[in-house]
């Protein structure tokens, strides 16, 4: 310290012939730059400081106008102090410019939410460089990068990935309006099918089952569903083998269960694990399709 101030002195007396002093050190020990009476240990009057180191880039702290601020050629970058990794940062409120007058390049993400989102994974994880190894929840960037490479930044010195999840938003708004959009088509159609039941007094209560020889597929109860429902129907004795079939709309098969019993048979079918749409279900018996109908899930 005693040779930072001595060399400080030298430079004062040196400045001093010039005219006008540009650093002023007072008795106790406080150092002034463009101002002679320093309140504190060191005391700058200027509207812009740099801290420069050869071969970096320089970093700005700002003081001018209203919003001071710190200012480099490209990001700033905390790291900790004994240089394990990097520092949390802990604030009220984070903005992101996005001013249109700023902007060029400008695509839409429409009708590209659900399929980008469905191509990323949520993890939870700790950081190898924490000794409390609190847990984490977020997404590796290097699997991130292939899906939402925009998202995802390198840093110049550790070489390590890191994310804007900010960027990964606008694809979540979007997802959510094309869910929207599918939700309101199916709601639409249900209101339709009520509507028809009520104009034609059609129920969707199951006909009593009649003891006859030949097989028969009841429409499931309830129907539409939206936790599950029961698919009823008659094996006769002369059966072999029994199998119910369930389709998506697609014609995609769904689900198989066999049938073992005879007579009057239910299957519960759980329709939680199911998303929201037109099923079918089929009853095949001694290889032979006996029949199929249709059933709806709303969720």
């Known amino acids: 310290m005693k040779k930072i101030v001595l060399f400080l002195g030298m430079i004062c007396i040196l400045l001093s012939f010039s005219g006008f002093p540009q650093i002023k050190v007072i008795s ?33 702290i700002n003081h001018n106008g209203i919003d001071p601020r710190i200012c480099s050629n490209d990001r700033i970058v905390f790291y900790k102090t004994d240089a394990t990794g990097f520092s949390k940062i802990e ?16 695509v839409s993400l429409k009708n590209k939410g659900l399929a980008t989102i469905s191509g990323i994974q949520g993890l939870s994880f700790t950081y190898k460089n924490d000794k409390l190894k609190r847990k984490e929840s977020g997404f590796i960037a290097q699997e991130l990068e292939s899906v939402i ?24 708004v979007e997802a959510i309006k094309e869910q929207q959009i599918k939700i309101v088509d199916l709601t639409n ?15 969707t209560a ?40 369930t389709y998506n709309a697609d014609g ?13 048979q239910v299957v519960i079918l759980d329709g939680n694990s199911l998303n929201s749409g037109i099923y079918f279900y089929s009853l095949v018996v001694d290889g032979k399709v006996v029949d199929t109908k249709k059933m709806i899930l709303v969720k």
């Open 189 to 203: 159609k249900l209101t339709e099918i009520e509507e028809l039941l009520d104009k034609y007094k059609l129920f």
């Open 91 to 106: 604030f009220q409120a984070g903005l992101q410019v996005a001013d249109l007058e700023l902007m060029e390049n400008i």
């Open 206 to 245: 199951a006909p009593p089952t009649l003891k006859t020889k030949s097989a028969r597929l009841d429409q499931n109860v309830p129907n539409p569903f939206n936790q599950e429902t029961w698919l009823s129907c008659f094996i006769p004795d002369s059966a072999n083998s029994s199998f119910l079939f």
């Open 149 to 172: 490479p925009e998202a995802v930044y390198s840093n110049d010195t550790t070489k390590s990935k890191s994310l804007s999840y900010n960027s990964i938003i606008p694809y979540l």
């Open 252 to 264: 995609g098969q769904s689900e198989t269960y066999r049938i073992n019993g005879k007579g009057d």
């Open 28 to 60: 106790n020990g406080n150092v002034g730059i463009q101002t002679t009476e320093p309140a504190y240990k060191l005391d700058i009057k200027s509207i812009e400081t740099r801290s420069y180191y050869p071969g970096k880039n320089a970093l700005y």
